[in-house]
């Protein structure tokens, strides 16, 4: 699924190629795609239909774009791509919606081969969207609190991991990212968050905005065809992961093969020496070796 720097890549070529443009035509291709709208497919398509987009915005993993007082709100679900195409260009089978604007110039496709994504008119909702309205500012947002966010996070006794993954602490970390945030503040993911200590915390915190800025620079993290950018390129972050879908490889820090262990029925990627599960076991000790392994 898409985190906060592939949709952040997404939002910023949405803003270069759609943003001031004027909506002429609005086709609902499958119904799945606008589910969420109480409108339905029609009310969708007229909403829209001779309205101006504005700038992009986005909370998380949704972005929106405003349109007046309104704002169409998009999320990207597992597969869900917004493309500029060229207007000539043959429509995808896997197009759901689709955007024709007034200036005759190139289109927007809401192209979604699994149908998981999903697009809807929220009334009044220019500056937040109500369906979002309960998910937490991310960490490169001016309401950020970070602070705030360090007292709720040891506050919590799941893991650190399930505390990072919830959105409504701190939205737009996912999976790939949360482990690569670990890896680099040398933190186990099955760790209780109350365990931390505050250097820890703070540790944390530094090593998620690090790692989600260079996802950012790099276009975010392609494993298949089914995230890419507007201009449907790819995104080349996946050849700096250290930690995530590397099982059995050695740990760029330490030369320790890397251990996967499943987590949420998806998969948590750590190094048993660099990452002690067991709080104050100092990395690459004889405790921190054994302590790494679950159940041992």
Same mark, same amino acid.
């Given at each position: 699924?898409? =985190?906060?720097?592939?949709?952040?890549?997404?939002?910023?070529?949405?803003?270069?190629? /759609?943003?001031?443009?004027? /909506?002429?035509?609005?086709?609902?291709?499958?119904?799945?795609?606008?589910?969420?709208?109480?409108?339905?497919?029609?009310?969708?398509?007229?909403?829209?239909?001779?309205?101006?987009?504005?700038?992009?915005?986005?909370?998380?993993?949704?972005?929106?774009?405003?349109?007046?007082?309104?704002?169409?709100?998009?999320?990207?679900?597992?597969?869900?791509?917004?493309?500029?195409?060229?207007?000539g260009r043959p429509v995808s089978p896997h197009v759901?919606?689709? +955007?024709?604007?007034?200036?005759?110039?190139?289109?927007?496709?809401?192209?979604?081969?699994?149908? +998981?994504?999903?697009?809807?008119?929220?009334?009044?909702?220019?500056?937040?969207?109500?369906?979002?309205?309960?998910?937490?500012?991310?960490?490169? =947002?001016?309401?950020?609190?970070?602070?705030?966010?360090?007292?709720?996070?040891?506050?919590?006794?799941?893991?650190?991991? %399930?505390?990072?993954?919830d959105q409504s602490l701190v939205s737009g970390i996912?999976?790939?990212?949360?482990?690569?945030?670990?890896?680099?503040?040398?933190?186990?993911?099955?760790?209780?968050?109350?365990?931390?200590?505050?250097?820890?915390?703070?540790?944390?915190?530094?090593?998620?905005?690090? /790692?989600?800025? =260079?996802?950012?620079?790099?276009?975010?993290?392609?494993?298949?065809?089914?995230?890419?950018?507007?201009?449907?390129?790819?995104?080349? +972050?996946?050849?700096?992961?250290?930690?995530?879908? %590397?099982?059995?490889?050695?740990?760029?820090?330490?030369?320790?093969?890397?251990?996967?262990?499943?987590?949420?029925?998806?998969?948590?990627?750590?190094?048993?020496?660099?990452?002690?599960? /067991?709080?104050?076991?100092?990395?690459?000790?004889?405790?921190?070796?054994?302590?790494?392994?679950?159940?041992?």
């Amino acid at each position: 699924m898409p =985190e906060l720097p592939e949709v952040e890549t997404v939002r910023r070529g949405l803003e270069r190629h /759609v943003a001031g443009r004027a /909506v002429e035509l609005v086709r609902v291709l499958h119904p799945r795609a606008v589910r969420r709208d109480p409108a339905g497919p029609a009310g969708f398509c007229s909403a829209l239909a001779g309205r101006t987009l504005g700038v992009p915005r986005r909370r998380g993993k949704y972005l929106w774009l405003p349109v007046g007082e309104d704002a169409l709100l998009a999320h990207l679900g597992m597969s869900g791509q917004l493309l500029v195409c060229e207007p000539g260009r043959p429509v995808s089978p896997h197009v759901r919606v689709w +955007f024709t604007f007034g200036d005759a110039g190139p289109d927007l496709r809401f192209t979604d081969q699994r149908t +998981f994504g999903h697009m809807c008119v929220v009334r009044h909702g220019a500056e937040l969207p109500a369906p979002i309205a309960h998910i937490a500012p991310d960490p490169f =947002e001016a309401a950020f609190d970070p602070a705030g966010l360090a007292g709720r996070l040891r506050s919590r006794r799941s893991e650190i991991k %399930r505390a990072l993954l919830d959105q409504s602490l701190v939205s737009g970390i996912g999976n790939i990212y949360a482990d690569e945030a670990l890896w680099r503040a040398g933190l186990h993911w099955a760790r209780p968050a109350d365990t931390l200590d505050p250097p820890e915390v703070t540790r944390l915190l530094a090593a998620v905005r690090e /790692v989600l800025g =260079e996802a950012l620079a790099a276009g975010g993290t392609t494993f298949d065809s089914l995230y890419v950018n507007v201009n449907g390129d790819s995104g080349y +972050f996946g050849r700096s992961l250290a930690v995530y879908g %590397r099982a059995g490889e050695p740990c760029r820090r330490c030369g320790t093969p890397l251990r996967r262990d499943p987590f949420m029925n998806r998969s948590a990627y750590s190094c048993p020496r660099c990452q002690p599960r /067991v709080p104050g076991r100092r990395p690459g000790s004889p405790q921190a070796l054994v302590s790494g392994h679950p159940g041992k």
